[in-house]
């Protein structure tokens, strides 16, 4: 497992969080003033989906790319490619 440390600056303070910690999720919400039920997530780690979801990100686990594009075009998101 990789651990990603993300450092915020808020107003000259800076915090460090690490995923899967679910408060990098909720700072990112208020941060970027996101509702969290029209947010996406994509990672292809567990841990952090299970977490986005506790803070009520709509999560998904990449797998691949045609996964993912599935799941994008089942959400009404992207449109079906065609070869």
């Given amino acids: 497992m990789h ?7 808020l107003g000259g303070v800076l915090i460090e969080l ?3 910690d679910v408060a990098i999720f909720r700072l990112m919400l208020e941060r ?3 509702d969290a039920g029209q947010t996406i997530y994509i990672d292809d ?3 952090n989906i299970v977490a986005a979801r506790q803070v009520g990100l709509r999560a998904i686990h ?4 045609g996964e993912l594009r ?3 075009h ?7 490619h065609k070869l």
């Fill in 70 to 72: 599935k799941t994008l």
């Fill in 18 to 20: 690490r995923k899967p």
């Fill in 3 to 9: 651990i990603q440390t993300i450092v915020f600056d």
């Fill in 74 to 80: 089942d959400l009404g998101l992207v449109q079906r």
């Fill in 32 to 34: 970027f003033k996101l």
């Fill in 45 to 47: 780690v567990e841990a």
């Fill in 62 to 65: 990449f797998l691949s790319a």
